[in-house]
């Protein structure tokens, strides 16, 4: 089924991987971003220009990917966090309500929302810093319009030219032969872009509402990923160095030690099994090698 999605921060991280992803499946997409390629440039934190941009548009579906992504940036100014993750989602759903109210929203949040031994269900959230506290701020907005929440992670090579992805950071110290530090102690559970994007896509056919895990059926921690995908790469791993969390003081921000997610509840609702990560990382090998 082809659908109008309206893709706010369409210029970013993920957004530059999932918009070619979803008109591959035949939607028409209106890009949203400061970036010149957007074709929409809404102050999604005024919500006249927000409502303005859904009047205009009249999207069937609006995937939110803006926000304020950098922890330790959201830790250090937490009202800065306030408005570009919640206000931002608060402005949407107004609009949703006054202009646009068939529209189904997708929030994109994050899987920084769990900590203690995982992996976690929906119901176990544990608070560690102002960007968490932000991102549970802006589903709760979210869920005041028909709304699909999707807790996630990701890696892949980037096509964003200002942003670099967790995986692009170790292939590119590898490849350089630059010491590396990889962490021992923090436990996630990604998925590669392309699965996440087909993932996204699910969600806009089927449209389920509330909050759902999405990732690797299983995880590692930053470490053995960070040798796996030097394995799987062919590159030397002889300059990186595994190290624990408090051996970082300069980090500002509380980081959550296992974020591994149990997405059992997503697999129910599609009828389909999410893969292992270590398949995840051989799916993005040809990324890095072509």
Same mark, same amino acid.
């Given at each position: ?7 706010? =921060?369409? *210029?970013?991280?993920?957004? @530059?991987? $999932?918009? &070619? ?7 028409? /997409? %209106? ?35 803006? =926000?304020? *992504?950098?922890?330790?940036? @959201?830790? $250090?100014? &937490? ?7 919640? /206000? %931002? ?55 005041? /319009? ?121 697999e129910q609702q599609f009828g389909l099994r999410l893969p292992k ?14």
């Amino acid at each position: 089924m082809t659908t109008h999605i309206l893709v706010t =921060g369409a *210029t970013g991280l993920l957004g @530059c991987a $999932l918009v &070619p992803a979803l008109e591959a499946c035949g939607h028409t /997409v %209106t890009r949203h971003g400061f970036h010149a390629t957007a074709q929409v440039q809404a102050d999604l934190c005024n919500y006249a220009e927000t409502a303005a941009m859904l009047a205009q548009y009249q999207p069937d579906c609006i995937i939110n990917l803006a =926000g304020l *992504t950098n922890v330790d940036t @959201c830790e $250090l100014d &937490p009202h800065s966090a306030y408005l570009l993750n919640v /206000v %931002t989602v608060q402005n949407l759903c107004g609009g949703i309500k006054q202009e646009s109210p068939g529209c189904h929203l997708i929030q994109i949040s994050t899987d920084q929302l769990y900590d203690e031994p995982g992996p976690h269900r929906e119901s176990e959230v544990m608070i560690r810093n102002s960007y968490a506290f932000s991102k549970v701020a802006a589903e709760i907005a979210a869920s005041s /319009v028909p709304s699909t929440i999707l807790r996630t992670n990701f890696f892949g090579r980037s096509r964003c030219t200002k942003r670099v992805s967790f995986s692009d950071w170790i292939y590119q110290n590898l490849q350089q032969g630059l010491p590396l530090q990889v962490f021992e102690d923090v436990l996630f559970s990604p998925l590669s872009s392309p699965t996440l994007c087909d993932m996204i896509e699910l969600a806009v056919q089927q449209r389920p509402l509330g909050v759902f895990n999405l990732g690797a059926h299983d995880g590692l921690s930053k470490a053995d990923f960070a040798y796996a995908l030097a394995e799987e790469l062919g590159l030397p791993s002889q300059t990186m160095r595994r190290i624990h969390l408090n051996e970082m003081p300069s980090l500002k921000a509380h980081r959550p030690k296992d974020m591994r997610m149990d997405s059992t509840r997503f697999e129910q609702q599609f009828g389909l099994r999410l893969p292992k990560l270590i398949d995840e990382i051989i799916l993005i090998r040809s990324q890095y090698l072509e």
